[in-house]
């Protein structure tokens, strides 16, 4: 492949060999005629397949080194095609108790209803004491979501393989340009690409890349069993997105440096929790009883519950984001209620900085 900046911008192009279409054409059509008695053009019925999202579906393949690649409905749907598609009733996962908080109210839901079982880790060393051979899946997110810890996929994926176990990541803060799962190890990555993949907060997708022949083809089936594909003008739009996704990154990371600069001078502000890659930056409020006062101030950045589109958002995750999510076990990995995320976009990182100066004078 070419470098990732080159194959982003062409993504779709030249898909259209009768018109020459420079960019990839929408298929609404949902049927499509047979040549003959057992032919096929390739495409059928557009839940099996359709041409726009094939695009896209190669697309998160080849970004993410992987050999089949697959878009859904929400980021939640590539979550459970992946859960669903590869476990059997009464299966073993071995997750993190700092998850996307949908993603733990799924994990939940399916627990109660006694369909697979969950373990809970704090650390990677936890983890590691977790595997044995009854687990078939290891579930992770790195950096986590709000606390931006990060986990070594390769050491987790080589010790899952030992018992046994699939390695699933969700890429979705860190995106093929700065992450790619696959390459360390992990057997599948997840993305919720309503986030930075598709970048501007227009288009709820999710899509799914994986490793060799079984696990494709399980969650071929499963895909096209259920059926909660990506729909075609929401496939365009994401692969729209994907084609300036590199730009995006390199402002999103320039702009949360800038602004982790100027926090780490805060003294309104007791941490700042933030990796030094990718555009998502946590910080905890040293005095919480000020926070909607704080959130009423700024004025570029928005008060709202999403990530990694190309304005900024700022979330309150206690009350958003991770509200399913009980106190006592929130408090345990540090997600208190002091604590605030911040999506930096990719305006101007001055004003960003200059906007969160002036909220946080505003409280003083
Ligand atoms: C938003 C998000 C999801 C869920 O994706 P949707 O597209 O909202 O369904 C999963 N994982 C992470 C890390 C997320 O931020």
């Given at each position: 492949?070419?470098?990732i900046?080159?194959?982003l911008?062409?993504?779709?192009?030249?898909?259209?060999?009768?018109?020459?279409?420079?960019?990839?054409?929408?298929?609404?059509?949902?049927?499509?005629?047979?040549?003959?008695?057992?032919?096929?053009t390739?495409f059928?019925?557009?839940?099996t397949?359709?041409?726009?999202r094939?695009?896209l579906?190669?697309?998160i393949?080849?970004?993410?080194?992987?050999?089949?690649?697959?878009?859904?409905?929400?980021?939640?749907a590539?979550?459970q095609?992946?859960?669903?598609?590869?476990?059997?009733?009464g299966?073993?996962?071995?997750?993190?108790?700092?998850?996307y908080?949908g993603?733990?109210?799924?994990?939940?839901?399916?627990?109660?209803?006694?369909?697979y079982?969950?373990t809970y880790?704090l650390?990677?060393?936890?983890?590691?004491?977790?595997?044995n051979?009854?687990?078939k899946?290891v579930?992770?997110?790195t950096?986590?979501?709000?606390?931006?810890?990060?986990?070594?996929?390769?050491?987790?994926?080589?010790?899952a393989?030992?018992v046994?176990?699939?390695?699933?990541?969700?890429?979705t803060?860190?995106t093929?340009?700065?992450q790619?799962?696959?390459?360390q190890?992990?057997?599948?990555?997840?993305h919720?690409?309503?986030?930075?993949?598709?970048?501007?907060?227009?288009?709820?997708?999710?899509?799914?890349?994986?490793?060799?022949?079984?696990?494709?083809?399980?969650?071929?089936?499963?895909?096209?069993?259920?059926?909660?594909t990506?729909?075609p003008?929401?496939?365009?739009l994401t692969?729209?997105?994907l084609?300036?996704?590199?730009?995006?990154m390199?402002?999103h990371q320039s702009?949360?440096q800038?602004?982790?600069?100027?926090?780490?001078?805060?003294?309104?502000?007791?941490?700042?929790?933030?990796?030094?890659?990718?555009g998502?930056?946590?910080?905890?409020?040293?005095d919480?009883?000020?926070?909607?006062d704080?959130?009423h101030a700024v004025?570029?950045?928005?008060?709202?519950e999403?990530?990694?589109?190309?304005e900024?958002l700022?979330?309150?995750?206690?009350?958003?984001t991770h509200?399913?999510i009980?106190?006592?076990?929130r408090?345990?990995y540090?997600?208190?209620?002091?604590?605030?995320?911040?999506?930096?976009?990719?305006?101007n990182?001055?004003?960003?900085?200059?906007?969160?100066r002036?909220?946080f004078d505003?409280?003083?």
């Amino acid at each position: 492949m070419e470098h990732i900046e080159t194959y982003l911008a062409q993504l779709g192009n030249r898909s259209d060999q009768r018109t020459g279409a420079v960019n990839t054409p929408i298929y609404l059509s949902t049927a499509y005629a047979h040549p003959g008695l057992g032919e096929s053009t390739g495409f059928d019925y557009s839940r099996t397949a359709n041409p726009t999202r094939n695009i896209l579906q190669e697309g998160i393949k080849n970004l993410e080194a992987g050999d089949y690649g697959f878009a859904t409905s929400s980021g939640m749907a590539a979550i459970q095609l992946v859960i669903e598609g590869l476990l059997e009733a009464g299966d073993h996962v071995v997750t993190l108790q700092d998850l996307y908080g949908g993603t733990y109210r799924y994990f939940h839901a399916v627990e109660e209803r006694g369909q697979y079982r969950f373990t809970y880790c704090l650390s990677a060393e936890e983890i590691e004491q977790s595997l044995n051979d009854d687990v078939k899946l290891v579930f992770i997110e790195t950096p986590t979501n709000p606390m931006m810890t990060e986990f070594d996929i390769q050491a987790i994926a080589d010790k899952a393989h030992a018992v046994g176990a699939l390695v699933v990541v969700d890429n979705t803060f860190y995106t093929p340009v700065l992450q790619q799962p696959l390459r360390q190890g992990a057997d599948v990555v997840v993305h919720s690409a309503t986030k930075y993949l598709a970048g501007h907060n227009d288009v709820l997708a999710g899509l799914v890349a994986c490793r060799g022949e079984a696990i494709g083809e399980a969650l071929a089936f499963q895909l096209n069993t259920t059926g909660a594909t990506l729909g075609p003008i929401d496939c365009w739009l994401t692969i729209r997105g994907l084609k300036t996704l590199a730009l995006r990154m390199n402002q999103h990371q320039s702009n949360a440096q800038a602004i982790v600069d100027y926090l780490k001078t805060e003294s309104l502000v007791s941490q700042v929790f933030y990796t030094g890659k990718g555009g998502m930056v946590t910080f905890e409020m040293a005095d919480q009883s000020k926070i909607n006062d704080w959130l009423h101030a700024v004025k570029i950045f928005t008060f709202a519950e999403s990530l990694g589109g190309v304005e900024s958002l700022v979330t309150y995750p206690k009350t958003q984001t991770h509200a399913d999510i009980p106190e006592e076990l929130r408090l345990k990995y540090g997600l208190n209620d002091g604590i605030v995320r911040l999506s930096v976009g990719i305006e101007n990182g001055q004003d960003l900085v200059k906007d969160l100066r002036n909220a946080f004078d505003h409280i003083r």
